[in-house]
C-alpha cells in the first residue's frame, strides 16, 4: 500500500517539528549549564546530533532559539482586541490576557522551562538587548489591531495606548522573570506578576475611563 501525498507531507512536517524540537531542547540544556552567551551553533548541533547547516533549516540565529516560542505568548491578542465592545471591556481583556500569558509560564509543563528561560535571560545583556525588540514588535502588532478598533483615535494616540499597555504586560512579564530566576516558588511569581498588573491597568482605567463604544467588530 503507498503513501498518499497527504500522509508524506503529514510525516515530513512531523520529522521537520521532531528536529525542531531536539534543536530547541539539546540549546536550552547548553544555556541551562554554560550561559547563552557562551554556547554556539556549532555546539548546539553536536548536542541535537544534527548538522550545523540543519540547525540553521530550523533558526536564524542563537536568539531565534531562545525566544523560539514567543508566538504563543501573542496568540489571542487578535480576538482579545476584536471582541471587545467598549474601553472598559477592552482594558478587562487585555489584563486577563497578559494574566493568562503569566499563568502559562508558571503552569504544569511549562514551569521548569520558564525558571530555566528567566535565569538564562536576566543573566544575559544579549538576550536583554532582543527582548526589547520582541516587546517593540508586541507595540506595532497591538497599534495595527487597535487600528481597526477605533480608528477614529489619531495614529499617535492608538501608538501612546498601545505603549502603555505592552509595558504593563511586560513589567508583569519581568516580575515573573525576576522571580523565577531568583527560585522564588510559583506562587510568589504569580502575586507579583498580579500585582503589576493590577496597578497597570488601574491607572490605564483612569487614562481611559468610559463605557464608550468601540467600531463594530468586522463580520
Given at each position: ?113 520558564g525558571r530555566v528561560f528567566s535565569r538564562v535571560l536576566l543573566e544575559s545583556p544579549a538576550l536583554r538587548r532582543s527582548y526589547l525588540a520582541i516587546a517593540a514588535e508586541r507595540q506595532q502588532m497591538l497599534c495595527e489591531l487597535l487600528a481597526a478598533r477605533a480608528p477614529q483615535l489619531p495614529e499617535a494616540e492608538r501608538k501612546l495606548f498601545a505603549a502603555l499597555v505592552v509595558t504593563v504586560g511586560e513589567t508583569a512579564y519581568a516580575a515573573v522573570h ?42
Amino acid at each position: 500500500m503507498t503513501s498518499s501525498p497527504t500522509d508524506t507531507s503529514g510525516l515530513r512536517g512531523r520529522k521537520r517539528e521532531r528536529t525542531r524540537r531536539a534543536i530547541s531542547d539539546a540549546a536550552f540544556r547548553l544555556f541551562s549549564e554554560q550561559g547563552f552567551d557562551a554556547v554556539t551553533l556549532t555546539r548546539i548541533a553536536a548536542a541535537a546530533d544534527v548538522a550545523p547547516a540543519t540547525v540553521f533549516t530550523h533558526f536564524a540565529s542563537k536568539e531565534d532559539i531562545f525566544f523560539s516560542r514567543r508566538e504563543e505568548f501573542w496568540t489571542g491578542m487578535p480576538e482579545t482586541v476584536g471582541s471587545a465592545r467598549t474601553w472598559d471591556g477592552l482594558l478587562d481583556g487585555l489584563r486577563a490576557f497578559y494574566a493568562g500569558r503569566c499563568e502559562r509560564i508558571l503552569s504544569g509543563d511549562h514551569a521548569a522551562h520558564g525558571r530555566v528561560f528567566s535565569r538564562v535571560l536576566l543573566e544575559s545583556p544579549a538576550l536583554r538587548r532582543s527582548y526589547l525588540a520582541i516587546a517593540a514588535e508586541r507595540q506595532q502588532m497591538l497599534c495595527e489591531l487597535l487600528a481597526a478598533r477605533a480608528p477614529q483615535l489619531p495614529e499617535a494616540e492608538r501608538k501612546l495606548f498601545a505603549a502603555l499597555v505592552v509595558t504593563v504586560g511586560e513589567t508583569a512579564y519581568a516580575a515573573v522573570h525576576t522571580a523565577l530566576a531568583a527560585g522564588e516558588p510559583a506562587g510568589r511569581a504569580r502575586s507579583a506578576a498580579e500585582d503589576a498588573l493590577d496597578r497597570g491597568f488601574a491607572r490605564l482605567a483612569r487614562a481611559y475611563p468610559g463605557t464608550a463604544a468601540l467600531t463594530a467588530a468586522p463580520a
